[in-house]
């Protein structure tokens, strides 16, 4: 993004000149709206009603089902209807559908709060996998694909998707992450795709990652060589019993 996310929520100066600043600090909007992203993301609604409950759509978020107060980073923040008005007048993110809807003017700046708001709304890991994660097999739901890599900053997210499904990390931007993590990805990366190639695996899953990308690499090719001149020696011998 090429404007910081988090200057969104500062006070327009002109709106301070003119007698309507906000009574909420910052981070204290920038909090509040994250909610309403978590809101729309895991709740899959695409916007935010703005009218009576009643005329709701099924995708549609009505202000009413926020909760009245949320927690972040330890935190307490009330959410009432002036804290509502201020947010969305003043945090910048949002853009006017209709006179009854409003939604965020960048899916990117949604994810990005969504998953902010799981890492610092002090839920547990295990509750963060639950949202991100189907209950039927266990993988993060398609459209949370985004989202999870946002929130793989938690150690606990990051290892589960290094386990499962280490290729999501690679649609995102990992030069960021520290040596054990892509030494971690290299070495499932090979665990995955060699099983895919000839249904074994050459890297144990739970082996200890110590190698550098490249020794690991080696390895890799050199093992695979190994494993289907083997193979090949073990369909020769069943021909000649044959």
């Known amino acids: 993004m090429k404007k910081d996310i988090f200057t969104y929520a500062e006070e327009d100066q002109e709106r301070i000149d003119a007698g ?19 809101a729309l993301i895991f709740g899959n609604r695409v916007a935010i009603w703005l009218g009576s409950s009643l005329d709701r759509s099924n995708e549609d978020l009505a202000l009413d089902e926020l909760p009245d107060k949320i927690a972040c980073d330890d935190v307490e ?3 009432d209807q002036g804290a509502l008005k201020e947010t969305l007048s003043i945090a910048g993110l949002f853009k006017q559908r209709d006179s009854q809807h409003l939604h965020f003017e960048h899916q990117t ?8 708001f799981l890492i610092h709304s002090g839920i ?10 189907h209950p039927s097999d266990g993988h993060i739901v398609p459209q949370l694909h985004e989202t999870a890599r946002i929130a793989s900053k938690n150690n606990a ?3 589960y998707i290094l386990d499962t499904e280490p290729q999501l990390l690679l649609e995102g931007d990992v030069t960021q992450a520290n040596a054990a993590i892509k030494a971690r990805l290299v070495h499932q ?8 190639i000839v249904g074994m695996v050459f890297f144990p899953a739970n082996a200890e990652v110590e190698l550098s990308t490249l020794e690991q690499l ?7 060589k190994l494993d289907i001149y083997k193979i090949k020696l073990d369909i020769y011998k069943i021909k000649l019993d044959l």
Do not use: D
Not at 109 to 116: D, K, S, V
Not at 124 to 133: A, G, H, V, Y
């Open 20 to 38: 309507h600043g906000g009574t909420l600090a910052p981070k204290q909007r920038m909090c509040i709206a994250a909610c309403m992203a978590a």
């Open 157 to 159: 997210v990051v290892q």
């Open 189 to 196: 990366l090979l665990v995955f795709r060699t099983r895919k």
């Open 124 to 133: 547990t890991s295990e509750q963060i996998l639950n949202m991100l994660c």
């Open 109 to 116: 700046n949604a994810e990005f709060l969504a998953a902010w």
């Open 77 to 79: 923040i009330l959410i």
């Open 218 to 224: 080696r390895c890799a090719i050199y093992k695979i």
